[in-house]
């Protein structure tokens, strides 16, 4: 087999590496399509935060290619500069600092003061986060504080609403993060993302659906229309999060302020999920305590038992839609951040679980006008005191 060189991608190259990388490609059907390593190519793509390069252009007023071949010719010819000018339609001062920067009369070459002239071109424009400290440092410290991008920019917008300099966009945070050599944000904030990515990648989603025998479960297709459209407080999504050696936390969702509860599981069977989440749901008010969606598995088959020990109605969703509880699919995923695939779960007590509760509920959400879900549902139950 021949060998494959490791020369740079040539232009050509590079547009249909972005290409695929835009198309959602993985690294490695990337490599294998040029003949390269996964890791040339990740280092390719990371050198910009995984954000396609933007194309560059010639600027119209820059002298071009067949200007400067014609001012190589013109030079050779020994005509003047004025001369040399007039033909081109050009002042002769451009003419004569072009001459002077590349070389004088004698030494002057088309090709090389083009190739030049391209690379001193290229002055970045400082991104607003490196030109506003005051802004810079806000959104460290929030990051500090595992708030997303969005919940920062949101946050900004509602509470510095008249000062445009403390205001920045989502993506602008995220390409300060990922492409360093900005120079703006380290690159240790990364780890506070929770995907704790550190490039950008193309937006993929697969969704995953289980069932499970239920035995007099409500369908929720019999759910009344509130509970839908979010207009009451009190009901609720619920779900298992798994960790490894079958260990597992339950989590609750409340639908109108997606406020979090989480509670600390000794096993999967269904008397000591039903025990567990009975005993949470009855420290809730009477008023907040109103239904429950869950989906087919089999730790609430004793529902019956719950919904007698809490007064709350227990509905069901169809087998694999994960989608008809999107609010706590949604935050399952967020709380992969503190609690990652293949770690044990058992090792956390509950005030270790009230704390990252804590933690979510004190984020502004962009669904809530970037308000927090503790601030939505501690104003509810005020009212209801």
Not at 43 to 55: F, R, S, T
Not at 120 to 130: E, F, H, I
Not at 161 to 185: C, D, K, M, P, W
Request: proline residues 4%; positive net charge.
């Amino acid at each position: 087999m021949e060998q494959v060189r490791r020369s740079a991608l040539t232009t050509e190259q590079q547009l249909e590496l972005w290409r695929r990388w835009r198309a959602g490609e993985s690294l490695h059907e990337i490599a294998r399509a040029f003949g390269r390593r996964a890791s040339s190519i990740h280092g390719m793509i990371a050198a910009h935060g995984g954000y396609v390069p933007a194309a560059r252009r010639r600027a119209p007023r820059v002298l071009s290619l067949g200007e400067r071949e014609e001012i190589s010719r013109g030079l050779a010819a020994g005509a003047s500069l004025r001369l040399i000018a007039r033909r081109l339609g050009r002042a002769p001062s451009t003419v004569s600092r072009e001459v002077a920067r590349h070389d004088g009369r004698r030494r002057y070459r088309a090709l090389r003061a083009d190739e030049r002239a391209w690379r001193r071109a290229r002055r970045p424009k400082p991104c607003k986060l490196a030109s506003e400290p005051r802004l810079r440092a806000l959104v460290a410290a929030k990051l500090g504080e595992q708030w997303s991008p969005e919940q920062i920019s949101g946050w900004l917008a509602r509470t510095y609403a008249g000062e445009q300099a403390l205001q920045v966009s989502t993506e602008t945070i995220y390409r300060s993060l990922f492409v360093q050599t900005r120079g703006v944000l380290a690159r240790e904030l990364t780890a506070q993302l929770r995907t704790r990515r550190t490039m950008r990648r193309s937006k993929q989603a697969s969704r995953k659906g289980g069932g499970g025998v239920i035995r007099d479960g409500l369908p929720i297709s019999a759910r009344p229309p509130e509970v839908a459209d979010r207009a009451v407080p009190g009901h609720w999504e619920g779900d298992l999060l798994a960790g490894s050696q079958n260990t597992h936390i339950a989590t609750l969702v409340e639908r109108q302020t997606r406020f979090l509860l989480l509670v600390k599981l000794d096993g999967r069977d269904s008397e000591t999920v039903v025990a567990a989440l009975a005993a949470q749901v009855q420290t809730l008010p009477a008023q907040l305590r109103r239904s429950l969606t869950w989906d087919r598995g089999a730790e609430l088959a004793a529902h019956q038992r719950f919904s007698i020990a809490t007064d709350v109605a227990v509905y069901f969703c169809d087998p694999r839609s994960p989608w008809q509880r999107g609010t706590n699919e949604n935050t399952n995923g967020l709380l992969r951040q503190y609690f990652p695939k293949q770690t044990d779960l058992a090792v956390h007590t509950q005030a270790e679980l009230d704390a990252v509760a804590a933690r979510l509920n004190g984020r502004p959400r962009k669904t809530l006008a970037f308000e927090t879900p503790a601030d939505r549902f501690a104003a509810i139950v005020a009212s209801i005191a």
